[in-house]
């Protein structure tokens, strides 16, 4: 499936750049889950782009759900959200079909689709789409609450400047969680924001680090090898533009410790069994131990940039130059952010689905 | 699907530790590829442990292959390969049921299956299963050498001892597929094998990265969103047991780069578009754009050590402690690496079968 | 997948009748089939309701195209369609959240649903729907014909009055795709477009036999076993309201020839192979032998009727009665027979696109 | 999945009639189902052929559960089962890699696999492999039993003779399957019986109508649309070879009624909501009502008989002709049976793990 994505509850996305609109269409919710609008609306401010530090087109996200939706509560049957385009501005584009931009999808979509694709702005691969996605898992979001299943992202990394690592995970989820911009210490996120806007002043862009921690998952879920919960979880995330890794917990570091190190040694606590550390981010075998789930995403510095690139003139078949014009983001990552949380919590209510009936999320 | 991977092509797994067989079915190869049944042995012992880096179960590996090849050819029916378990010795597993092993399958096995799991040498969850895996990738890349596509997997860091970089992908490669320990410094080599040795000497275990190299992709393969290469290959690796992490490229290095310095300008190149950097690892949007494909994952320390470990009785509820016996490995990571290549191989047969057709691989 | 058909080439299908849209997403379509707007436009039409033998609810059914096409042709990327409810007049479905019709899905969506259902007008169950499968379908049909590949229905029966049997296939194909109200003979269309008139008349509704021929397919298409051509052509059809049956060629007659006279002979002609007789209706062992593709399906008599009928009141948990008021078809097997050619041609992309890849189709 | 079937259940067969083994993987069953050895062979005898009435290749049927099962009940981990193939004699078969046999998958399967293909005895075309499904099916039968849901088939029409129809459906189930030859009328098995010896004597074959019924299915199980009941048990049934039709209740009998006769009435029948009559065959709208769920299958005459028949040399590309000799039945309907309650056990075993989670079946 190429644009859907889950079992029990899937997802398939559509639309492009400059089409009239992009949406979604999430599946296999139970039937009941209550539609938050002001929620799906917050959720969406996140994404959008805010000030310096984001893109001059300004969208306002008009969604509108038509249909799965009666009375305010899912009816179980497919809910599709459509989200118009009104400020495409597609002069700015002109060029892009023949002289791919560096770091976009450019030059591969024109080897896969052959010349047919729609090129302007990027198309079926620009992170317009994401919208859609952060207004689908709103509702994901909201019913895995219900759950007691909590989810928050902050940007962990960004421009080489390190935010806090979690300390008290409810605290540090809920303060993610009404941010915009999210860092745990307010000092570090004034110190990015800075950076992210410096780069854009220097016609250049950052990359970072979003970490993510799902709390309140049950013990017990997920597949033991093509599907576990961290394959689905990364074939989820690797969807988010910009996501070039993945680790769960600190792994790329953790590698270095020995067994003994590493290991997580369980113990009671109140009657529950625990582990005493979380190496393994909460999951064994690919199967969730009912600890705190963690990940964290290497988000790549945006690829659109107002230098002079070089690149290659497809039609010509010759070395050629470019510079970007339009209007783009010098980092991506505080708006990815919120498209992480969404996808993450409609894979988790996949995984619970399937592992619980289609009921579960809804009663 | 749960122990199933792949559309066009997909792998099927099945077995336990302890029981009478292992095996796999993949379904959907190509009709006509010739099997080397040598060349299967070959990769079978690059995963099978050797002296003191392994575990001292030493498993002959008598595979069969019982359906899908005919006279020497698959038949483009289901393929199905199992292999004896021999050398099981239950009964130094006796306690795993209730008292789980820190860092294993076991607690979420339990959680999962009720106690209803074969608890014994890991069950299901066991490294034992990736022999299958490895058999049945070996027809993969044979079939994937004839297109011209290699595939190449060395150890770049094991006990913080970190191996050269690649230079010439070709003939590193071609050096990776002739050893058995693979290391492209002669001399880190020994390093981390003395390494190894030594942390199963103090009865403890090491972890490390494993990087691999895919070369001879054509450009336009993969999915725009959900499906993108970055996703399938990511979704497979994280079946492999002890992978916590996965990055293309070196990306939670190159976040740090801005993205005049990250984007990959494209250039020409003997008639031929190609790009002068390759950070983003061959794949542009989920999308190959033909250059190699690169990745690194993050193998985490084995979990069985021979010290006395703290945990809890299931039974019981209450803290007790373990000290684990039987057979294992100091390091698997270089055990890994032939799994590794093998569902690289396996899953890149799935994304082509897809894009160019059933009887591709096999014309 | 629960509203998902279809693996290389999917269709995602959404909405309610009294909601505000119904659409449908199709994805994997090769980029480059040219959209003929005109040709959706006329399909759409066949399914519409006409005069007396359909509801008074005249639905214009403005589709648009909102994703995946560009410059008149496909992209490659989702085709989503979406077509806007206009006439839905819900006062008059008002009783029908506790007191299921009989032969409608009242009752079982309440027993999936929990009553969070949309109950107005059959809600997601609605015919309605079939409109965004139509005009989905158009643009399958005429890529599927470009290859040389065309598919023709006809009413074969209908309130006990026979059509002709196919003749010069060509031929009748080319007639029924002209023609709204698809009947081979004249004479025997009048006959039932009055019996379905009289029908309605009398406040009830008739059903029948529809006959599908596909013309063109390549030898050699198909899987063995869970996804044979008639597995996957009978799933799709069993998505259509009120099918209740299928039989390839004339199965629930043959069945009771003896081998000898069942078996079709094969023969050279012109060249090439093909079967004397076709009682296997083009497909041997699942897989398409070259020869025509002929099923018929049984449509149920519609279940809205204006007579009183027996039911119960789920709320009191006791027996009632019913009439129901509302606009609805004497029969709906003249509208659905559209929607037949319109699966069919989906779920050929599906398996073509899966046998010869994703570009095969838009060559 | 070209042989795997199921979503949160699946089966994935593999294997030839005369290669080394044949197989099925079972993935998704609960943990903790009983696995009762003797049923499944007491299921297994009923599939094999017997006297006079089916093929001189009688196979020992010596299955074994090599995965899955721990002190003899399901892990919930893949159950593989494997079947050798002890009495294959493939030196009857020489000629057919390029004559092929009129009425079997021969050709088929070389157009598909281009001469790769294992062409002897059927290849994986075999009904051989239903031996597989059927000792799969065992396991999801006893399951279901426990769970109250019971499935029996009966051989409606064989050689033009009528078995009488369901009446007690309790009674009439669990006489079917204390019976290898499963016809309620015993007189009129006899009849049966003596035609399809007959046929044989002619050196030619017989096909029928099998009727099944499954009782205990709750009510709001199933889809809305592409995965409706109808989908998926149709899906499935067409996987059993020679079978060229479906009908859910006597639905192409049916389609002659008019509304007001086909509706199924509700009433109250002791606090619990019942249908008066049964022509929508326990489905509305794709969603069980809790009714029985009925259906009949066309099965074709066998295809393999005595007399010369008409065929072509695909090498020489010319005519032929071709008389079978090997080991045949002259009717496949009364071995299909069984094939027939394994198979719609294992597709409603998916359903319900959908509905209910993965756990269900089990606890």
Request: hydrophobic share 40%; proline share 4%; net charge neutral.
């Amino acid at each position: 499936m190429k644009n859907t994505f889950g079992n029990s509850v899937s997802v398939t996305l559509f639309g492009e750049s400059h089409g009239e609109m992009t949406g979604v269409v999430i599946d296999g919710l139970a039937p009941g889950i209550a539609i938050d609008t002001a929620f799906i609306k917050s959720q969406l401010k996140k994404r959008r782009p805010a000030g310096k530090t984001g893109t001059a087109r300004k969208e306002a996200d008009n969604f509108k759900i038509i249909s799965g939706v009666f009375e305010g509560k899912t009816t179980g049957t497919p809910v599709c959200i459509i989200i118009p385009n009104e400020k495409a501005n597609s002069s700015d584009y002109a060029l892009n079909s023949f002289i791919p931009r560096p770091g976009h999808a450019d030059y591969t979509a024109n080897k896969k689709y052959h010349g047919f694709e729609d090129y302007r702005g990027g198309g079926h691969f620009s992170g317009r789409l994401t919208a859609a996605l952060t207004a689908a898992g709103a509702i994901a979001i909201s019913a895995l609450k219900d759950k007691g299943i909590d989810i928050g992202t902050h940007i962990a990394r960004c421009a080489k400047i390190d935010d806090r690592k979690f300390k008290d995970l409810k605290a540090d989820i809920d303060k993610l969680n009404s941010l915009d911009f999210a860092v745990l210490d307010d000092k570090k996120s004034e110190l990015m924001r800075e950076a992210i806007i410096s780069a854009g002043a220097d016609g250049d862009s950052v990359g970072g680090i979003l970490e993510t921690a799902v709390t309140g998952l049950p013990a017990g879920i997920g597949e033991p090898w093509f599907d576990s919960v961290e394959s689905m979880i990364s074939h989820a995330m690797f969807s988010v533009p910009a996501v070039k890794g993945i680790e769960f917990g600190n792994a790329f570091k953790d590698i270095n410790l020995r067994g003994s190190e590493f290991n997580d040694s369980f113990r009671m606590e109140d009657g529950k069994i625990k582990t005493v550390t979380n190496h393994n981010a909460g999951i064994n075998g690919g199967i969730t131990n009912g600890m705190p789930v963690t990940f964290r995403l290497a988000v790549k510095p945006t690829p659109s940039i107002f230098r002079e690139q070089k690149t290659v003139d497809m039609l010509e078949m010759k070395d050629t130059s470019l510079t970007i014009h339009g209007r783009h983001d010098p980092a991506v990552i505080h708006r990815a952010r919120v498209v992480v949380d969404s996808l993450t919590a409609l894979v988790l209510c996949d995984i619970l689905a399937l592992r619980y009936g289609t009921d579960w999320l809804g009663e």
